[in-house]
């Protein structure tokens, strides 16, 4: 499907404007929306071509920045040692309560957008798959994929280094698709069993993947990259986007009576 990339909007948020960019099939209609949450560098060039390629398949992508606060609108922090060391520091710097507003704000947005049909989904990456699963929290999200969501474990999220993203999963009302790196230092065993049990605990609906691969397998830029891997992970993320967010899953009544 082909695409376009429109002009970025800016979002009034809490805590300042959050720069969002938007991806869209470029023939007429509406599509379920996507917000695309992006690791801690921002929205690179990686990030971009995720958007690209989940709008492609037929979605509306809206990519937030989310260290708005921070940094100039349009900052892209460099796959380097000082973009990691910046993007670390304000992982734990922005307030949690900050993440979660930007989060209904993109949201809001994508459900009243022309282009969009109401229905919602969310993706991230790294950090952002913490922020997909805390964004999960609301509502109107249908459906999320997080990939190798870091912190959800240790509750390393915000400042304070005490974010309640584990206590909050009974919010979760949508289907969740986690996906792991086996070899990924940032989310260990302990962690990933941690979080495994924390769902069944709370019955969330959701799929669980565990690839052999190292933390920003995903990443297309990289000695880490491993294009099989992203190919299935991608796969897997279009299908329960395209499962829950399109028209034809209407959820129904469960029978009465006897089975």
């Not at 002009?7 to 929306?33: E, H, I, K, N």
């Not at 790294?126 to 929290?137: D, T």
């Not at 959800?152 to 280094?161: D, F, N, Q, S, W």
Request: proline residues 5%.
């Amino acid at each position: 499907m082909t695409l376009q990339e429109t002009a970025p909007v800016d979002l009034a948020t809490p805590s300042g404007t959050m720069r969002t960019y938007l991806f869209r099939p470029q023939a007429p209609g509406r599509y379920p929306g996507l917000v695309l949450y992006s690791e801690i560098f921002q929205v690179t060039a990686p990030i971009r071509r995720t958007a690209a390629l989940l709008a492609g398949h037929g979605f509306v992508v809206a990519v937030p920045e989310i260290y708005h606060e921070f940094e100039p609108a349009g900052t892209v922090l460099a796959y380097d040692q000082a973009g990691a060391d910046r993007g670390n520091a304000l992982k734990t710097t922005k307030e949690l309560a900050a993440y979660d507003a930007d989060a209904r704000a993109v949201l809001a947005f994508l459900k009243t957008s022309e282009h969009c049909t109401g229905k919602l989904g969310v993706l991230g990456i790294c950090i952002g798959g913490h922020l997909a699963f805390r964004a999960a929290m609301n509502s109107d999200v249908l459906a999320a994929t997080c990939c190798y969501a870091t912190d959800i474990h240790k509750r390393g999220l915000g400042a304070g280094l005490n974010d309640n993203s584990l206590d909050r999963i009974p919010e979760i009302k949508g289907e969740l698709l986690m996906i792991f790196g086996r070899q990924d230092p940032h989310v260990p065993l302990a962690g990933r069993v941690k979080i495994q049990a924390a769902l069944n605990a709370a019955g969330t609906n959701f799929t669980w993947h565990e690839f052999n691969g190292a933390h920003a397998f995903l990443r297309d830029e990289g000695y880490r990259y491993d294009p099989e891997l992203a190919l299935q992970s991608y796969g897997l993320a279009l299908n329960l986007f395209r499962r829950k967010l399109g028209e034809s899953d209407q959820r129904t009544a469960a029978p009465s009576g006897p089975a």
